[in-house]
Structures are given as C-alpha cells and as structure tokens.
C-alpha cells in the first residue's frame, strides 16, 4: 500500500478547480470529480467516460489541458496564429472553447456572427464582391468545421483542416468590437424577420434549380443559419456560460493510499501553475472578410443572399 499523501491530494484538488475554471462548459458537460480520477489512476482505461471529452482528441485531453495551463494562460486564453504558440496548444484552445473568439461553439457570440457573415457570402450571386477568394475557401472550411462540431461524433477531419488554414494562412475571424456587435444584433433580428416571412410563402420543393446546384454540397446551410438564430433569439448580449466549481470532497485514508500519482491526469494536475505570467502580446490579423463590408452586408438584410437563403429555407422554422 502506497503512503498516505494528504498534500498531493490538497494541491491536486485546487488545481483542478483552476485548471477546469478555463474551459468551454459545453465542450464536457460533466466535470470529472477527483474521486473518479484517483480511480482511473489505477487503471489502463484510456477513455473512461468520466474524463474522457467525446468531441475533443485524444491527444488534446484533460491531461494535455492540464499540463499546458501555464502556456493558455500565457497567451491570454487566446488562439494565435504566431509560430511561438505551438500547433496543439492552438488546437487544444479551439477545441476546449477556451477563447471565445476563437472556437466552433454555437454560443459564442463572435463565433455565430461570423457564421452568418460566411453563409451570407457563400449564397451571395457574386461572393468576390466582398472578399477575396482565399477569404472564401477560408469561410467554406471554418463553416463545415462548425457543422462538424455540432454533430458531435467524434470526428475531427474538418475542424483540424480548418485550423491547419488558419494557422497556416493569412485570415482570421472577424472580431467585433462592442459597438460594431450591437449593430450587427439588431441587423439580423431584421435580417431573421425578412427571411421568416419570405420562406413561409417558399416550399422546399420550389427551390429554383440555380440555388439547389449551387448548395447541393453544402450540407450545414440550414443547420448553421437555423442554430445561429436560435440562439441569437435565446441569448443575451455577451452572455457566455460560466463553468462550474468543483465541489470540495471528503478522501479518506484508503483512498488516498491506493491513488498513483504517478498517472498522467495526475502527473499534468500537480504541474504547477504560474501565479505571474509574462502576457503575449495581442496579434493583428486581417479578417476573412473586412469588418466594414461585414456590416454593410448585414444591414443590408443580406444583400442579394437573402432570396437564395428564402427558397433554401423555405418551410423550415426560424
């Protein structure tokens, strides 16, 4: 029987509510508790569903999580392009929904503005009116990255394409400031109501032959447009989930003296963390899509996208 060690389990316990703190709440609806990770330690299960994250790979798993805390907090919680963060750590970040402008999570605000933006564009008659054509690839793959996401099986092909793109090229997300965000909030509360009366006069199965050619590949069109304004409908501005604390719990001896600390959970959990971090620096990049562009289509309900977006979703309720 291995000695009781009640320190390692003190400071495993705080870490893991720090270390917990930074994640997207729906990117693992259920914390694992320590009880379950001193349990695992002792075995060769390598995704047991208590700590395991579904959506995430594996390499990206709460023990990677954990031992790079110091290098996500050392970047601002934020996704950079630069080649000093290194390509995991970029991948771990949108993954977990750790940098909200900066994930595939329906509920980040910035995330499903940008969707809507890209869908706008994709169904525009002339898309190079708005950005360039690597700016669109750059909205096509971000698009059926977000879709993959929301399908939530496990796989990963388009998400790691995307961020490859992104790490790689030159384009990044639109992030909105404030002010730009409140305007955009109130344009697709018009940009909805126009569409939903439109598509409610607009069956399916009129869809002209031009629009049904042109999306036939593009399989999250309704999906993504139908989310984005569901749950603009349903969220707050700037609301965001918060993640909940991991309660305190009573270990007693026997448990404690069985645990291996030597298990990777706990090895990445009693890695120490920076109190005094040395902050990046922000990074300046060019968005897909210029942010004045952005706004003007927008608060033109769509442009000319808005009649191809009626007969796609014409009987579906939005």
Known sequence: MAPFNYDLHMEVQ??????????HPRAMSLKPSLSAIYAESNTCIEK??????????????????????????????TALKSSVQSTNVSRAIWYWGIDPTHSF????????YNIILMT????????????????????????????EQLEN???FT???????IWKTGQYDLIVFTEAQKQRVKYAIRALKEKIGKGSK???????????????????????????????EESLGIGQEFGVDSVMEVDIDDKVLCRVNWGAPMLKSLLSSIDRYPDTMEDEINPFWL?????????????????????????????
């Open 120 to 147: 706008l564009v994709s169904m525009s008659a002339d898309p190079n009116e708005y950005t360039t054509i690597e700016g669109q690839h750059f909205a096509w793959v971000f698009i059926m990255a977000w879709v």
């Open 105 to 112: 999570f329906k509920d980040h605000e910035q995330i499903r």
């Open 158 to 164: 388009y998400r790691d394409h995307f961020i490859d």
């Open 48 to 77: 047991n569903h208590a700590t395991y994250a579904r959506n995430i790979p594996y390499i990206l798993q709460l023990p990677f999580i954990f031992a790079h805390y110091n290098d996500i907090v050392h970047a601002n919680r």
């Open 153 to 155: 099986k496990g796989n």
């Open 14 to 23: 705080a870490n893991l509510v720090e270390k917990l703190s930074i994640l």
């Open 201 to 231: 006069q607009q069956a399916m199965g009129e869809v002209s032959s031009v629009v049904a050619e042109r999306f036939r590949a593009f399989r999250g069109a309704e999906w993504s447009l139908r989310w984005c304004f569901v749950h």
């Open 290 to 318: 210029d942010t004045a562009k952005a706004l003007e289509l927008v608060e033109d309900e769509g442009g000319d996208a808005t009649d191809a977006m009626t007969q796609l979703f014409g009987g579906m309720s939005i």
